[in-house]
Every structure is written in C-alpha cells, then in structure tokens.
C-alpha cells in the first residue's frame, strides 16, 4: 500500500508540494531562512553479472548485489533573531534522481518564503563539498532571489579540521588552541585569515603528504576564506551551523534506510523518503488530503 500511495504522490508532488508552499504560514518571529544541501549513502539494489560458464543447481536467476550510492537530502530553515531554528522544511532525492531539481524546489520554496517576508535575511549553509556549494548556489543565487544571500561554510566542519591540526601541531596543548580558535572565529572579524596565518608559520617550510591533517586545514581555509566571516554572521542574529541538514540526513535517511540487511530499488526508496520528508516537516496532513480529495467521488444513494 505505501509503494501504490507513493507511486500516486511522487505523480503529483510538484503540485502539491507549491501549493504546500503557498499555503505556508511564516512565523511572525522569523528574522532569517536558511538553505542546506548534503549527501548521506544508501544500500541500493542492483544487479550483478552473470559469472561466466554453466550456473550452479542453486544459483539465483537474477544475481543482484548491494552497493552504498549517495543520496540527497535538503532544508529550509526559518530562524528567530537569535539564529535558533523555528521551524525547518526538509527535502530529499534517491541516488539516481535529480539533484539539480532538489536544487531548484530549494530556491522555489524560498522565493516563496520571501514573497510573504521580503525583509527575510537568506543564508546558504553547507559543508566544504565543491559540489554540494555548486547545487545550493545554482538553485539559490543573488540574482534569482532578489537579494544578497550570505554563505556560510558550517562552523563545526572547520572546528573539525582545525581541531586535527592543532593536535598534530600543538600535541597536549592543541584542545586548548582549537578552543581559541574557535571563540576568536565566533566573535572576530578576519579570524580565518589569522588562523590561516598561523597555520602556515607554524607548518614550517617542509613539504606535508596529503593526508595531513595541518595541510588538510590549510586547504579548506584557503578553499572558503569568503565563506567564513562567523562574527559578522553572528552580529546579524544567523545560523553559522548546518545541523539541520545533518540530522535530516540521519532522521530521513539512516533511521530508516540503514537498518541491518536493508537495500533499496530507486523507485521504493523514493517513495519512503518522500513520505518521511512530508512527515518529518509537519506536511503529512496537508499534502494526503490535496492526494486524495482529487480522487474522492461522490456517492449518492439511489432510492429503491
């Protein structure tokens, strides 16, 4: 029964997902909307070749393998002025589906948003993936929305890899620096540019292998400068945290999707991730009475 409902709305979800949208109530202490796209891996069913001469008595007629694929999962995020979530819209896509589209229903939703709170502040949010910055800003640009969005790496991603650094480069001492570094970034304009600064002292002149952890923080310092400026954010009453794309990861997908010996085919998959998306957003009741009011008919009872 899921799979046949599911089959219906995934028919329909673009409909219904607008007029969810449209019908949308911003909450009067809304200052901000943030948006965020990431990744989480998924057991796929897929079939597997055939090993050449005569099968086994036993052997299956249709060998299939179980191979982890990358889904998508997305949010939209109204702040209070303080940058604490209010309330948060979630999205997702199967391996094989259209993440540009996951993109562009992003920025539809918040045009949409905007279009009832034009004084809304808009703040990208992701990890430091090239490719997830790509998605989010194809579907959420300056031009599109109207006005300058803020982009903001997430703050705990860099904690993590300057926190690795300061360990490799400081030993004991390097919890008590990653601390600094943290309260300086938090609270000081120009701070990444001081960290970088230190980092590359402190590195010394000598060539580090790739997988170093001081190199690695170097890296992504230099990647995102223009995508960390914390204080600034933090003055306005932003998010600088992309945690609530990251649990959507882990309460859409991994609760469910992840269970012991559990693979999935791209059609059924789909399908339970669009169900828990509407009910993990508090769209449930809304979007099955648009599902089914359409296929409702009439019944009237004929005298005898």
Same mark, same amino acid.
């Given at each position: 029964?899921?799979?046949?409902?599911?089959?219906?709305?995934?028919?329909?979800?673009?409909?219904?997902?607008?007029?969810?949208?449209?019908?949308?109530?911003?909450?009067?202490?809304?200052?901000?909307?943030? *948006?965020?796209?990431?990744? $989480?891996?998924?057991?796929?069913?897929?079939?597997? &070749? @055939?090993?050449? #001469?005569?099968? !086994? +008595?036993?052997?299956?007629?249709?060998?299939?393998?179980?191979?982890?694929?990358?889904?998508?999962?997305?949010?939209?995020?109204?702040?209070?002025?303080?940058?604490?979530?209010?309330?948060?819209?979630?999205?997702?896509?199967?391996?094989?589906?259209?993440?540009?589209?996951?993109?562009?229903?992003?920025?539809?939703?918040?045009?949409?948003?905007?279009?009832?709170?034009?004084?809304?502040?808009?703040?990208?949010?992701?990890?430091?993936?090239?490719?997830?910055?790509?998605?989010?800003?194809?579907?959420?640009?300056?031009?599109?929305?109207?006005?300058?969005?803020?982009?903001?790496?997430?703050?705990?991603?860099?904690?993590?890899?300057?926190?690795?650094?300061?360990?490799?480069?400081?030993? *004991?001492?390097?919890?008590? $620096?990653?601390?600094?570094?943290?309260?300086?970034? &938090? @609270?000081?304009? #120009?701070?990444? !540019? +001081?960290?970088?600064?230190?980092?590359?002292?402190?590195?010394?002149?000598?060539?580090?292998?790739?997988?170093?952890?001081?190199?690695?923080?170097?890296?992504?310092?230099?990647?995102?400068?223009?995508?960390?400026?914390?204080?600034?954010?933090?003055?306005?009453?932003?998010?600088?945290?992309?945690?609530?794309?990251?649990?959507?990861?882990?309460?859409?997908?991994?609760?469910?999707?992840?269970?012991?010996?559990?693979?999935?085919?791209?059609?059924?998959?789909?399908?339970?991730?669009?169900?828990?998306?509407?009910?993990?957003?508090?769209?449930?009741?809304?979007?099955?009475?648009?599902?089914?009011?359409?296929?409702?008919?009439?019944?009237?009872?004929?005298?005898?």
């Amino acid at each position: 029964m899921p799979h046949v409902v599911g089959e219906i709305y995934v028919g329909q979800r673009v409909e219904i997902e607008e007029k969810l949208i449209s019908d949308f109530v911003v909450p009067d202490e809304a200052r901000s909307v943030s *948006a965020s796209i990431d990744r $989480v891996s998924i057991p796929m069913e897929e079939p597997r &070749a @055939r090993p050449r #001469g005569r099968p !086994a +008595k036993n052997a299956p007629k249709n060998p299939i393998t179980r191979q982890y694929r990358m889904a998508y999962c997305a949010t939209m995020t109204l702040h209070d002025g303080d940058g604490r979530a209010i309330h948060t819209i979630r999205y997702s896509r199967m391996p094989q589906g259209d993440a540009r589209g996951l993109a562009d229903a992003l920025g539809s939703d918040v045009l949409a948003i905007l279009s009832k709170r034009p004084d809304l502040a808009v703040v990208r949010l992701a990890d430091g993936a090239h490719d997830m910055w790509s998605l989010l800003e194809s579907g959420i640009d300056d031009d599109s929305i109207g006005k300058e969005c803020t982009s903001l790496i997430d703050l705990w991603h860099l904690v993590e890899k300057l926190s690795a650094a300061a360990k490799e480069l400081y030993g *004991a001492d390097g919890r008590e $620096v990653t601390d600094r570094w943290r309260h300086k970034l &938090a @609270r000081n304009c #120009g701070a990444a !540019a +001081k960290i970088l600064a230190t980092l590359r002292a402190d590195a010394g002149p000598e060539p580090r292998d790739d997988d170093d952890p001081v190199r690695a923080a170097i890296s992504y310092l230099d990647n995102h400068a223009d995508r960390m400026n914390y204080a600034a954010a933090r003055k306005r009453g932003l998010p600088i945290g992309s945690g609530n794309v990251e649990a959507t990861c882990k309460s859409l997908v991994q609760m469910r999707m992840k269970r012991a010996g559990s693979r999935w085919k791209e059609d059924s998959g789909n399908h339970v991730m669009q169900f828990r998306a509407l009910a993990l957003s508090d769209r449930w009741d809304g979007a099955m009475n648009m599902l089914f009011r359409s296929r409702c008919q009439e019944v009237r009872t004929i005298a005898a």
